[in-house]
């Protein structure tokens, strides 16, 4: 069973077996930030429990996840680099102890891998692209979570981009 995760304080999540049409989750943060600040250590404690029981019933044999990154030429928000960073290393930790290979993509990476180019992307293309794909997330996170989840596949297995390769139908009988 492979599981992608976009993690944030919202978490997008795509799992399933490779080859196959993976589900969709959305892990939505207790807090909210419009109304208090993040302790950094309840955060870290609630994405634990949530990836530990999600490994467990689900029987994850490999996680990738995109890889934090700072914009460059932009302000950043320092709480939620801290917070990303640290889900980052956490979702390390889980894997190391329930035995789980585990490997980063950087959010170009996987990018090029399904959209066919590496740079910034607006959330909307994402979410067509997936759902031309016959791939059906939610949301943004979901979205991205199911890029990081084609992507694992594609670049380590090309011959799986047929299996996942826009249907007709969906780009106005070109395919």
Not at 99 to 107: D, K, M, Q, R, S
Request: hydrophobic letters at 45%.
């Amino acid at each position: 069973m492979l599981l992608a995760l976009d993690p944030g304080a919202s978490t997008g999540v795509a799992w399933g077996m490779p080859g196959s049409v993976p589900k969709f989750a959305t892990w939505v943060a207790p807090w909210s930030r419009k109304t208090a600040s993040v302790d950094l250590g309840q955060a870290l404690s609630w994405f634990e429990d949530e990836l530990q029981a999600f490994v467990r019933q689900t029987k994850v044999s490999h996680i990738v996840f995109e890889a934090p990154w700072m914009p460059r030429g932009q302000r950043a928000d320092m709480e939620t680099l801290k917070l990303v960073t640290c889900l980052c290393g956490l979702i390390e930790k889980v894997a190391f102890e329930r035995g789980v290979t585990v490997e980063e993509i950087a959010g170009a990476t996987w990018k090029l891998a399904v959209m066919g180019k590496g740079g910034p992307q607006h959330k909307r293309p994402i979410q067509q692209n997936l759902r031309m794909r016959g791939l059906s997330p939610r949301d943004f996170h979901q979205a991205d979570a199911g890029g990081v989840w084609l992507a694992a596949q594609f670049l380590r297995e090309p011959a799986l981009r047929e299996i996942y390769r826009p249907m007709a139908s969906a780009i106005g009988g070109r395919a």
